[in-house]
């Protein structure tokens, strides 16, 4: 039972056939060879597959690859351009926002999409946004000093 | 995950038509959470979906009947964020906010939630306390049922096969009264609650004594509860710490539950007792308040 669906993914229209019960997340990784995001827990709760399905969150993991038909996804590789950094990349990098790096792509997407929703976040804010984003490393103090560090010098 | 066949029609109509042509077989999807989540677990493994996502009109938060009436397919997320719900119902809005994650929230969807019928989550808790009513739509036609009689055994809820959640109306709170929703999170601030309590209390226009309180109840059973014998304990009463205290002992015997990895069934009866009082405390707070504004 294989579906042909049609994605913008990171700006660009990709055509795809699948089968229908194939994830969000396979079909960026296998069939769209887009790696950056991760599986974790496969249930939703780790936040490593983390993606923007028309610029909200969502995790590509529970997500069917059908569902998103005619959809706009974004990935961390989509983020800022070729060989570039996004404003969020650099700041995790500057603030020693990763050590293993398995959630790395995933806390980039949602910090992103935290500064999209709220562009000056409190500290309670980036917390309660980023409680689902899990990092087994723990390193929770300098992600959240990065997502602080992103907003600042988006407003300098 | 098993193979099956998907189906993203662009009315009600012709969803409910695929529904009743493919009987069992078919399920419903809308924001995929519970669903897939299940199926990637193998728990249930459907032969036909109807993703109800491409369908216009049911992701509407729109004022009804004093109340407000949220169509399925609107996400957890956005009643939490509604001016329109955070204005006339707050302990709603306060209600979503506490369930899962951001992300987890801007996907799944009301009409989704009180579908899969899990006991374990919030917003049943709480749209069972304000009154709330669900509304159902087959090939026959529609009907409405309060949330309290939806719920019918463990995953289990009174939809009819081809059925489908299309809204729930959640009425206002009445004058001089206060509500709170209290979850019992010792693990994780992204988990399902060891115990939630809502409860409504209204008092009489002198701001003293018990007009009614509604009390439900979530993750003590196989479904949401009401604590009637609770409820029956206060109404008319002059309301004090005792009491409350009282009320919350008597749902020991109406709770049944299961022991897991948040507590023992012993455990859990405990501290339903405890977040009654502590859910009632904060409603009584907030009713006298509300009364002074009123008086």
């Known amino acids: 039972m294989n579906r042909k669906i049609r994605l913008t993914v990171n700006g660009t229209a990709r055509a795809v056939e699948i089968p229908t019960y194939r994830t969000l997340l396979d079909c960026l990784r296998n069939d769209l060879g887009l790696t950056g995001s991760k599986e974790g827990c496969g249930v939703g709760v780790c936040g490593a597959c983390t993606v923007l399905l028309d610029g909200k969150m969502i995790s590509s993991c529970i997500a069917l690859a059908v569902s998103a038909d005619g959809h706009e996804v974004t990935t961390v590789e989509g983020l800022a351009g070729d060989e570039r950094l996004h404003p969020v990349q650099q700041a995790f990098i500057d603030a020693g926002g990763f050590q293993c790096g398995i959630c790395t792509p995933g806390q980039v997407v949602s910090a992103k999409a935290l500064l999209d929703a709220i562009p000056n976040p409190s500290d309670a804010e980036i917390r309660e946004w980023m409680l689902g984003n899990l990092c087994r490393c723990t390193g929770y103090y300098k992600i959240i000093e990065s997502i602080r560090t992103a907003a600042q010098r988006s407003r300098a | 995950m098993n193979a099956f066949e998907y189906a993203a029609p662009r009315t009600l109509d012709e969803a409910l038509a695929v529904l009743r042509e493919h009987g069992d077989e078919a399920r419903v999807i809308a924001g995929g959470t519970a669903l897939v989540t299940m199926m990637r677990q193998r728990l249930v493994s459907p032969g036909y979906l ?184 206060l109404a008319g009463q002059r309301l004090g710490a005792g009491l409350l205290q009282a009320a919350g002992e008597s749902v020991k015997g109406a709770v049944d539950p299961l022991s897991d990895h948040r507590g023992s069934a012993a455990y859990k009866r405990e501290m339903a007792a405890v977040m009654v009082g502590r859910a009632l405390s904060q409603a009584w707070e907030a009713a006298r308040s509300s009364a002074r504004g009123t008086q």
């Not at chain 2, 009109?57 to 109340?67: C, H, K, P």
């Not at chain 2, 949220?70 to 939490?80: D, N």
């Not at chain 2, 206002?172 to 992204?190: E, H, I, M, N, W």
């Open chain 2, 50 to 233: 109807v993703s109800l996502r491409e369908i216009p009109g049911l992701g509407r938060i729109e004022v009804a009947n004093g109340g407000v009436r949220i169509g399925a397919l609107v996400t957890h997320r956005e009643v939490e964020t509604s001016p329109l719900v955070r204005e006339r119902i707050p302990v709603l809005a306060e209600t979503f906010r506490r369930v899962a994650s951001v992300r987890i929230r801007d996907m799944a969807t009301v009409g989704g939630a009180l579908a899969h019928a899990d006991p374990n989550q919030d917003p049943p808790v709480t749209l069972i306390a304000l009154g709330s009513r669900v509304e159902i739509r087959g090939a026959g036609g529609g009907r409405e049922l309060p949330v309290e009689d939806f719920f019918r055994d463990y995953y289990e809820s009174a939809l009819e096969p081809g059925e489908v959640v299309t809204g729930v109306v959640v009425p206002q709170l009445p004058a001089a009264s206060g509500a709170a929703y209290v979850k019992f999170l010792p693990r994780t601030a992204d988990d399902y609650a060891t115990v939630a309590v809502a409860a409504i209390v209204t008092l009489e226009s002198d701001g003293e004594r018990c007009r009614a309180a509604r009390i439900a109840l979530g993750s003590v059973g196989v479904t949401p509860l009401r604590a009637r014998a609770a409820e029956a304990l």
